[in-house]
């Protein structure tokens, strides 16, 4: 079984500030996706990184695929409120691309 | 914009009923899946289906099953329910003609409550 470790599993920071998530795991994944799930919504896509080292910019948001193909980040640079969520990573495998989900980074931005 | 509908957002059950959750797509989907999301646990794949009358067992399937007649709609049942399996359900779809860049496009969720 494939598991993702991603961390930290809460975060809260002020408007401004910079932060980092990290999804981590001992297996190589054809590609690692990043979700955002809002309150009573289920999970959007944000990005798709499947190349080793493929960087990934979203506006404020950098997405990185490790050369191995086995961790992943996601950064954002200052943080509004807007930005809140609960981030997911979750790496694809086998070969229907069956998703393994990490636990997910509960980000608050206070205003 | 694809679409998938989750029939209920919030269901009461009893304890030992036999409940359905429903899901329907709206974008020719071959892949469909279903998870539960608990807190600290994150999304976990009970069931998966890769075409009509095709399944597969995800990471948490006992308690359920699941059933997919028609190419847009994918059923989750639970034989007998328990308190246990009070949580959220997610139901996604998904094509494989993307490769692994294929997203998994999520409905809203059933919060269901088994009393």
């Known amino acids: 079984t494939q598991l993702l470790e991603q961390s930290p599993q809460f975060l809260s920071i002020q408007e401004g500030e910079n932060l980092t998530v990290y999804c981590n795991s001992s297996?190589?994944?054809?590609?690692l996706q990043w979700y955002r799930q809002e309150p009573g919504e289920g999970p959007v896509l944000l990005v798709t990184?499947?190349?080793?080292?493929e960087v990934k910019k979203l506006k404020r948001l950098t997405f990185q695929f490790g050369d191995a193909r086995k961790d992943s980040s996601l950064h954002i640079t200052a943080a509004q409120p807007g930005d809140t969520g609960l981030y997911l990573c979750a790496g694809a495998g086998g070969s229907n691309y069956k998703l393994t989900f990490g636990k997910g980074t509960l980000l608050t931005v206070n205003p | 914009d694809v679409k998938v509908t989750q029939s209920s957002r919030y269901l009461v059950k009893r304890t030992g009923e036999k409940v359905f959750l429903e899901c329907v797509q709206d974008m020719d989907h071959e892949n469909m899946f279903w998870y539960r999301q608990d807190p600290g646990l994150g999304l976990r794949l009970i069931y998966f289906s890769y075409d009509v009358k095709m399944k597969e067992k995800g990471d948490i399937p006992e308690g359920y099953s699941v059933s997919r007649e028609k190419k847009e709609r994918f059923s989750l049942i639970l034989e007998s329910a328990s308190t246990n399996q009070t949580s959220m359900y997610l139901c996604?779809?998904?094509?494989?003609?993307?490769?692994?860049?294929?997203?998994?496009?999520f409905g809203d969720g059933t919060r269901l409550s088994i009393l």
């Open positions: 297996s190589v994944f054809s590609s």
């Open positions: 990184v499947v190349t080793g080292g």
């Open positions: 996604a779809s998904s094509s494989p003609r993307q490769g692994p860049r294929q997203p998994q496009h």
